[in-house]
């Protein structure tokens, strides 16, 4: 009979397993971009440049939920500023001579108004790709509605047109794509390395607490030098796995990497940081840590590769900042699509996330307040704090 029991678990597995691989893809399913930040540079001085950024803003005001939040800028320079430190998905750029040329339509020799639409690949490599068809539909839109109104004024008043003024006024306001800090073949890279590393992580924190788990110590000392030597293992497991996985990236995924040593060095802290957290929980909670370390990495895969403007608000405000993973991926893309910096903003939190982690391993010794010093009367303490009686141990 109490094998039949295993018929009604498997339901019940069928059941929580169900809602929480569906519960996991909530972030996916209602992901819509909303107020992503895009530049709005106009260095033209004429009415014609100022009136086409009335039409932009005008379109955006247009919907209820705007997907896009215009970030006006002074100059190109500023722009460009904004673009590399990640505060911009990409950004309209209208030029001096905007008015100028577009004054020329009225001339036997037109030319067509420019102007550059600035993507920032390296940001986030699927929202590079929302954004390029957004702002190019966009100019498209506005530029047949110039096009519809200049037609309609030279047959208005009956003005003949040759054949390149016919052409310059089918497209009168051209744009030019302009893709900054370029992902190329790297564009998968920072999401690629993710479940590779949180898994090695995992498994590794995992056997370092079994090292611990039944040992027994005859002091606070030995115990406190014990948990920092499992600290020690953990970053030099960090090292070498960090390496691993950037050597097999090479080979196995075809990665070409600007400087090898950075991406390797980085996912070492990024190895060694989440081993030390995992264990350093682990050693407090026990058997409870494994499931919420998995489901962590369930829930956090399909938040990565979304946009924190495009996420449910719930998530974006109590999910995404707490995800100690998103600190590796930010780090990644800073490494391979800008600066370039080993020492950038995520690594210095990946650094706090380890130093408090090995504090909070080595505090893992006073859990037990009933832990007693004079262990050759009272007995020893285990790895988890639990007192162990001398006789027990006598054969």
Same mark, same amino acid.
């Given at each position: 009979?109490?094998?039949?029991?295993?018929?009604?678990?498997?339901?019940?597995?069928?059941?929580?397993?169900?809602?929480?691989?569906?519960?996991?893809?909530?972030?996916?399913?209602?992901?819509?971009?909303?107020?992503?930040?895009?530049?709005?540079?106009?260095?033209?001085?004429?009415?014609?440049?100022?009136?086409?950024?009335?039409?932009?803003?005008?379109?955006?005001?247009?919907?209820?939920?705007?997907?896009?939040?215009?970030?006006?800028?002074?100059?190109?320079?500023?722009?460009?500023?904004?673009?590399?430190?990640?505060?911009?998905?990409?950004?309209?750029?209208?030029?001096?001579?905007?008015?100028?040329?577009?004054?020329?339509?009225?001339?036997?020799?037109?030319?067509?108004?420019?102007?550059?639409?600035?993507?920032?690949?390296?940001?986030?490599?699927?929202?590079?790709?929302?954004?390029?068809?957004?702002?190019?539909?966009?100019?498209?839109?506005?530029?047949?509605?110039?096009?519809?109104?200049?037609?309609?004024?030279?047959?208005?008043?009956?003005?003949?047109?040759?054949?390149?003024?016919?052409?310059?006024?089918?497209?009168?306001?051209?744009?030019?794509?302009?893709?900054?800090?370029?992902?190329?073949?790297?564009?998968?890279?920072?999401?690629?390395?993710?479940?590779?590393?949180?898994?090695?992580?995992?498994?590794?924190?995992?056997?370092?607490?079994?090292?611990?788990?039944?040992?027994?110590?005859?002091?606070?000392?030995?115990?406190?030098?014990?948990?920092?030597?499992?600290?020690?293992?953990?970053?030099?497991?960090?090292?070498?796995?960090?390496?691993?996985?950037?050597?097999?990236?090479?080979?196995?995924?075809?990665?070409?990497?600007?400087?090898?040593?950075?991406?390797?060095?980085?996912?070492?802290?990024?190895?060694?940081?989440?081993? %030390?957290?995992?264990? &350093?929980?682990?050693?407090?909670?026990?058997? #409870?840590?494994?499931? !919420?370390? +998995? $489901? /962590?990495?369930?829930?956090?895969?399909?938040?990565?590769?979304?946009?924190?403007?495009?996420?449910?608000?719930?998530?974006?405000?109590?999910?995404?900042?707490?995800?100690?993973?998103?600190?590796?991926?930010?780090?990644?893309?800073?490494?391979?699509?800008?600066?370039?910096? %080993?020492?950038?903003? &995520?690594?210095?939190?990946?650094?706090?996330? #380890?130093?408090?982690? !090995?504090? +909070? $391993? /080595?505090?893992?010794?006073?859990?037990?307040?009933?832990?007693?010093?004079?262990?050759?009367?009272?007995?020893?303490?285990?790895?988890?704090?639990?007192?162990?009686?001398?006789?027990?141990?006598?054969?």
């Amino acid at each position: 009979m109490k094998e039949n029991k295993f018929f009604g678990i498997a339901f019940v597995a069928v059941l929580l397993l169900s809602f929480i691989f569906v519960a996991t893809q909530i972030p996916g399913a209602h992901s819509t971009p909303k107020d992503l930040p895009i530049g709005l540079v106009l260095e033209d001085e004429g009415n014609m440049g100022q009136t086409f950024v009335e039409m932009i803003q005008k379109n955006s005001q247009a919907t209820k939920e705007a997907p896009f939040k215009w970030v006006v800028l002074k100059n190109e320079q500023e722009m460009k500023e904004k673009l590399a430190n990640q505060e911009l998905y990409g950004a309209i750029y209208i030029p001096k001579d905007f008015s100028e040329k577009y004054a020329s339509f009225q001339t036997p020799t037109p030319t067509s108004a420019m102007l550059k639409i600035y993507i920032n690949q390296g940001k986030n490599a699927n929202v590079a790709n929302i954004v390029t068809q957004a702002l190019s539909t966009m100019v498209e839109k506005m530029n047949d509605n110039v096009s519809v109104q200049l037609f309609a004024v030279t047959e208005k008043n009956n003005i003949p047109l040759s054949a390149k003024q016919a052409r310059t006024y089918s497209t009168p306001i051209q744009s030019e794509i302009v893709n900054v800090h370029e992902t190329g073949k790297l564009s998968n890279a920072p999401l690629s390395f993710f479940q590779p590393i949180w898994m090695s992580s995992l498994i590794s924190a995992i056997l370092l607490w079994f090292t611990g788990r039944n040992r027994k110590f005859n002091s606070v000392l030995e115990q406190l030098k014990f948990r920092g030597f499992q600290a020690l293992i953990a970053m030099i497991i960090g090292l070498f796995g960090g390496y691993l996985l950037t050597w097999y990236s090479t080979w196995m995924l075809d990665y070409e990497f600007a400087d090898f040593n950075y991406v390797a060095l980085f996912l070492s802290l990024t190895c060694a940081t989440f081993i %030390l957290l995992i264990l &350093a929980i682990t050693t407090w909670i026990k058997y #409870a840590a494994l499931p !919420i370390f +998995v $489901l /962590l990495m369930f829930f956090g895969l399909p938040l990565l590769q979304i946009a924190p403007e495009m996420l449910p608000s719930f998530y974006a405000n109590w999910i995404y900042p707490w995800l100690p993973f998103r600190f590796m991926f930010e780090g990644l893309k800073e490494i391979l699509f800008f600066s370039g910096e %080993l020492w950038n903003t &995520a690594a210095i939190s990946l650094c706090w996330i #380890a130093v408090v982690s !090995i504090v +909070v $391993l /080595l505090l893992s010794v006073i859990k037990r307040s009933s832990y007693k010093e004079d262990t050759s009367s009272k007995g020893r303490t285990s790895g988890d704090g639990e007192e162990v009686s001398v006789q027990s141990l006598e054969i």
